[in-house]
């Protein structure tokens, strides 16, 4: 009961630190692109390089941070990194050149690696082997949250005392709550771990954290690239949507502070989708949960590229809004599929491997969308792209299926139930 409780425990740490990393930064960026644009007068293009420096810097800290929890536990890597990030938004907030924002963002992306989604979905599947689906949704629920909260509140801010101060607004909680929070309450593990197979919630033997391929193996194997591929398309269209959401809306009628409402809305119901398919992938396997998510993303696009369409306009924003919301809570089926294609030896490495192309995706995917932008000057060209690359990456997900040496183990849990 007492170690229950305290899963419980650090599951809501979890969940608190994420409220201040992930989702305030990547759901800001598009709130401050007008700003930035009317005080230096950059070219769409180029501020969205802020984009790409934050999440390639996010990449590579993933891949980092999951090298450091081998040898490392998780509080003292999600602390600095809190405050790393923390001390980037102040750099951010105090910039007179598109270079030192750049950098500053490259800070920020370091710093929400360090203490954002690869340690939070490593320790939540640590704890929880047998309900990780779940487990990593409960975590992801504060990167949502914090996505939801955090645009309409940052609009606020610039409308009323200028994007300085709400890049600050989003720094202090980051070094006073965020990093107090991950230092005090979150280990990597359990003190007990088990070391003998456990049950899954749908039937299968699952991984208790010894079984599965090292490094070198997994690499050669077709499940990982796949998963590479899968994470690097999917988020090249998440990042052509998510960063552009605001300007676009603005672009065509909404005012900024109903463009971040949106961008507020359509993010509360990641939480939701969060939830939602954590426990779908629990019970039916994460492959077509994952396959699914990416299929209604493409049609989400269409309807926001509907949304010029004045006859239906507010229909098309409404769907948007739900369908995007809720598939955006699909990187809590992510965990489970590379547990059970590749297994848990190696968790924690494979985890910063794979997320480090996913945002590698979500930081050129904005840089690709504003350079079309610029040369076709409409966002449709863009938004189309986007539609197909999450139904690339919907085929590659249906090829993923658990590598050779997992299955030989005889522990891997079922792609499908």
Excluded at 76 to 97: K, Q, T
Excluded at 115 to 135: E, S
Excluded at 328 to 352: E, I, K, Q, W, Y
Excluded at 359 to 386: M, Q, W
Aim: glycine letters at 12%; aromatic letters at 10%.
């Amino acid at each position: 009961m007492a170690s229950r409780r305290r899963g419980w425990v650090l599951l809501v740490s979890l969940l608190f630190t994420q409220l201040f990393m992930f989702g305030p930064t990547a759901g800001t960026i598009g709130v401050f692109i007008p700003s930035l644009i009317r005080t230096f007068g950059w070219s769409r293009e180029a501020v969205s390089s802020i984009a790409v420096a934050y999440s390639v810097m996010l990449g590579i800290g993933c891949l980092i941070s999951g090298g450091l929890l081998e040898t490392i536990d998780a509080r003292w890597v999600m602390s600095v990194g809190a405050v790393l990030a923390g001390v980037g938004m102040f750099c951010a907030a105090s910039i007179h050149s598109l270079d030192a924002l750049f950098v500053s963002y490259v800070l920020v992306g370091a710093g929400v690696a360090l203490g954002g989604v690869t340690p939070a979905t490593v320790v939540a599947a640590n704890w929880y082997p047998h309900r990780r689906g779940t487990a990593v949704a409960v975590t992801l629920l504060g990167l949502s949250l914090g996505m939801a909260a955090a645009p309409p509140l940052v609009m606020h801010i610039i409308v009323a005392h200028g994007w300085r101060m709400g890049m600050i607004a989003l720094g202090l909680p980051m070094v006073l709550l965020g990093a107090p929070a991950a230092f005090i309450m979150v280990r990597t593990r359990p003190e007990q771990a088990p070391a003998q197979p456990v049950v899954a919630a749908h039937g299968h033997v699952g991984a208790a954290g010894n079984h599965g391929l090292e490094l070198g193996a997994g690499m050669l194997t077709a499940p990982f690239w796949l998963l590479l591929g899968l994470c690097l398309f999917s988020q090249l269209g998440v990042g052509s949507i998510l960063y552009h959401m605001v300007p676009y809306l603005m672009l065509i009628g909404y005012s900024p502070e109903q463009a971040s409402m949106i961008m507020g809305a359509q993010a509360l119901l990641v939480s939701a989708g969060s939830v939602g398919f954590g426990v779908l992938a629990d019970h039916f396997g994460p492959r077509p949960v994952l396959l699914t998510t990416f299929v209604l993303l493409a049609l989400s696009v269409m309807m926001l590229i509907g949304a010029t369409d004045p006859h239906w306009a507010m229909l098309a924003v409404t769907g948007f809004i739900i369908v995007w919301g809720v598939d955006m809570g699909n990187m809590s089926a992510l965990a489970p599929l590379v547990a059970n294609s590749l297994g848990m030896r190696r968790f924690s490495t494979f985890m910063g491997i794979v997320t480090m192309f996913w945002f590698f995706g979500e930081g050129f995917g904005p840089l690709i969308a504003g350079g079309l932008f610029d040369r076709t000057h409409t966002y449709t060209v863009p938004f189309e792209l986007a539609a197909a690359f999450f139904l690339l990456s919907a085929v590659l997900t249906a090829m993923v299926y658990p590598a050779r040496g997992v299955a030989a183990e005889g522990k891997r849990e079922e792609l499908v139930a």
